[in-house]
T-cell receptor, first 110, second 119 residues
Framework: GQNIDQPTEMTATEGAIVQINCTYQ??????LFWYQQHAGEAPTFLSY????GLEEKGRFSSFLSRSKGYSYLLLKELQMKDSASYLC???????????FGTGTRLTVIP | DTGVSQDPRHKITKRGQNVTFRCDPI?????LYWYRQTLGQGPEFLTY????????KSRLLSDRFSAERPKGSFSTLEIQRTEQGDSAMYLC?????????????????FGPGTRLTVL
């Protein structure tokens, strides 16, 4: 079976940095995605990792370690609009769908 | 074309009724996915199409559920004899898959979803 673990909730202060961790155990691996989802809205793509290392994209960075089955999403210079759920999703080798974690609800406070 | 669209955005129905949802993907995308999301959970995969062919179905997709993509463009998801447990957000996503390789170009773009409430 497939399993993805993320913290359920996190709180951080405006202007700060927050790291959202994701660990996965899947039967094969073919890429890890991070999506942002505001309440009542569709998930929107943030980042993609398939090789080990850090991918940086503006205020957002994502890291992957395939040997550890571990990824994190780093959000810098937090803004109030970053309050949302962050979904970690794995594309399993040989499959075409994404397997999602339950998401981490981030609340940014002033 | 500004993205994936879904219709209706909200549907309230009584238990036992049939419902149908529509998804219009990004026009050049050849893959279309259906997911279901309940409160506090991540999306769960239901089925996907490559052009008009339905290539994979999840075990979550009971025989009350059927999906079509007749011309390889829009898709419909029908739920027959709805049950209260079917209440969820139904998300559609599309992607452009090419060359058999996976990469950021295989990003799935999600629609706004159809929220189904079964009374």
């Amino acid at each position: 079976g497939q399993n993805i673990d993320q913290p359920t909730e996190m709180t951080a202060t405006e202007g700060a940095i927050v790291q959202i961790n994701c660990t996965y155990q899947t039967s094969g691996f073919n890429g890890l995605f991070w999506y942002q989802q505001h309440a009542g809205e569709a998930p929107t793509f943030l980042s993609y990792n398939v090789l080990d290392g850090l991918e940086e994209k503006g205020r957002f960075s994502s890291f992957l370690s395939r040997s550890k089955g571990y990824s994190y999403l780093l959000l810098k210079e937090l803004q109030m609009k970053d309050s949302a759920s962050y979904l970690c999703a794995v594309r399993v080798a040989g499959a075409n769908n994404l397997f999602f974690g339950t998401g981490t609800r981030l609340t940014v406070i002033p | 074309d500004t993205g994936v669209s879904q219709d209706p955005r909200h549907k309230i129905t009584k238990r036992g009724q049939n419902v149908t949802f529509r998804c219009d993907p990004i026009s050049e995308h050849n893959r279309l996915y259906w997911y279901r999301q309940t409160l506090g959970q991540g999306p769960e995969f239901l089925t996907y199409f490559q052009n008009e062919a339905q290539l994979e179905k999840s075990r979550l997709l009971s025989d009350r559920f059927s999906a079509e993509r007749p011309k390889g463009s829009f898709s419909t998801l029908e739920i027959q004899r709805t049950e209260q447990g079917d209440s969820a957000m139904y998300l559609c996503a599309s992607s452009l898959e090419w060359g058999g390789a996976s990469g950021p170009y295989n990003e799935q773009f999600f629609g706004p979803g159809t929220r189904l409430t079964v009374l």
